[in-house]
């Protein structure tokens, strides 16, 4: 008799304590659960055992990227009744040696074990970044994390982001959502442009300049001199390529070298698009203050940077399980008022913060459509693990945006002149009454 599913659906329930909200398809090809929800399609008895060993969010990560997991029916749906049992409980969680004084969970734990077959420990996806150890954010390490991220093959980034090849948050002009997203990207470009007002033979150091989209644009628009710097070969190696089509050699140097080694300031301008996030924050002290030196005094910072929430105890923060071990090593958010604090530490004058979590939530949603249209060439190019943590991440992170629980913002500071010069007008933001 085929059963697993309505067990599996009881069980389930037993240990979490409040009903499954989303239906359940078994190995055996049982169903249960409420039959107009998302499907969780259990393929096999090992995703019980990697839950069993990794209960939590690291178990259920290995399990959707391994492929033992999968979603049929609206995935955001799914990722947003499923949050509610594994992301938004940890306030509240027991620890597991306190659950399992519970006779109730025993028996909850004691049927998966009989459900799951041999409880021996299946070995993590090949995608898991393991064995790292030492002090975190030096410059090898940080090399080897960003490498786990971008090189995993320029034509999978240009199905996910596009003809733009910007990854990172587009701007949406209002009131118009359905705008391309090749046109959201280019008029961040554009905004960025004109919150560091640059003009023609000025220096810009783009910091983690990715494919070259930043550098491109402030020398094509605005005839600015830029140098890029990244840590991934493979970005480089695309962004030269790029630069050199585009015509532009004489004015874009893309270089792979950590901004820490960066000796031939000082710039007029710097941009750092979606890369502070990998600083982490034992280091962004030193991150703001080598930034600042490479200013001269006038100059402006432009600081776009994924925030999240502050917590009551600052010293509880976790790194998101899924994340650190699938997507950013060693990345870290910080909430926006410690980044300024940071940056102001280190000697910057923080002129303006501009809030724009929607505009990511937007942004992310169009690269999850464009993962999918295009899934069977994206699963060959990356493989099907390292596809399946990309449709997870980037459909979860939308969803997190849109809740509030995480945010980004563009952060302009300046490196003021002794006698307190800023360089910037009297009323603020007179970016925005020049759109194109």
């Known amino acids: 008799m085929a059963d697993a ?27 249960a659960g409420p039959p107009n929800a998302p499907t969780l399609v259990v393929r096999n008895r090992r995703a019980l055992r990697r839950l069993l060993w990794k209960p939590g969010e690291l178990g259920l990560a290995r399990a959707w990227v391994a492929g033992d997991l999968e979603i049929e029916g609206d995935l955001y749906a799914a990722l947003e009744l499923l949050s509610g049992l594994v992301w938004e409980r940890d306030d509240d969680a027991r620890t597991l040696t306190e659950a399992l004084r519970d006779p109730e969970v025993r028996a909850a734990v004691r049927g998966l074990v ?68 090749e046109e959201a990207q280019r008029d961040k470009l554009e905004l960025i442009s004109r919150k560091l007002d640059l003009t023609a033979g000025q220096r810009l150091l783009d910091v983690g300049c990715g494919w070259g989209s930043m550098a491109i644009h402030a020398a094509r628009e605005h005839g600015a001199r830029v140098v890029g710097v990244t840590l991934s070969q493979e970005q480089a190696a695309y962004a030269r390529k790029r630069v050199a089509d585009e015509g532009l050699t004489d004015r874009v140097e893309i270089r792979v070298q950590d901004y820490r080694d960066v000796d031939d300031g000082p710039f007029d301008a710097i941009s750092s698009i979606g890369m502070a996030e990998h600083v982490g924050a034992d280091r962004y002290l030193e991150y703001a203050t080598v930034l600042h030196a490479l200013l001269r005094p006038g100059g402006r910072l432009l600081n776009h940077q994924i925030a999240r929430r502050p917590q009551r105890d600052e010293t509880a923060y976790q790194v998101d399980a899924f994340i650190d071990a699938y ?108 759109q194109r």
């Open 5 to 31: 599913a309505p067990r599996l659906q009881s069980l389930l329930e037993q240990l979490l304590g409040v009903p499954l909200p989303v239906r359940v398809r078994a190995w055996d090809g049982s169903q």
């Open 114 to 181: 009989r459900l799951g077959g041999l409880p021996l420990p299946p070995a993590p996806p090949p995608e898991e970044v393991r064995g790292r150890r030492g002090v975190r954010h030096t410059r090898r390490s940080d090399k080897r994390a960003i490498s786990h991220h971008y090189d995993v093959g320029n034509d999978f980034y240009e199905l996910v982001l596009g003809p733009s090849m910007v990854y990172s948050c587009a701007y949406w002009r209002a009131p118009e959502p359905d705008g391309t997203l």
């Open 327 to 434: 997507v950013f090593p060693d990345g870290e958010l910080a909430p926006v008022g410690t980044t300024v604090t940071q940056l102001e530490r280190a000697g910057f004058e923080v002129r303006d913060v501009e809030a724009i979590r929607e505009h990511y939530a937007l942004t992310l949603r169009r690269w999850v459509a464009n993962l999918e249209a295009h899934w069977p060439r994206a699963a060959q190019l990356a493989g099907p693990g390292r596809a399946r943590v990309w449709r997870l991440y980037m459909a979860a992170s939308a969803l997190a945006f849109e809740r509030n629980r995480i945010g980004v913002n563009q952060v302009l500071a300046v490196r003021s002149t002794e006698s307190g010069v800023s360089g910037l007008p009297l009323r603020a933001r007179t970016w925005v009454t020049r």
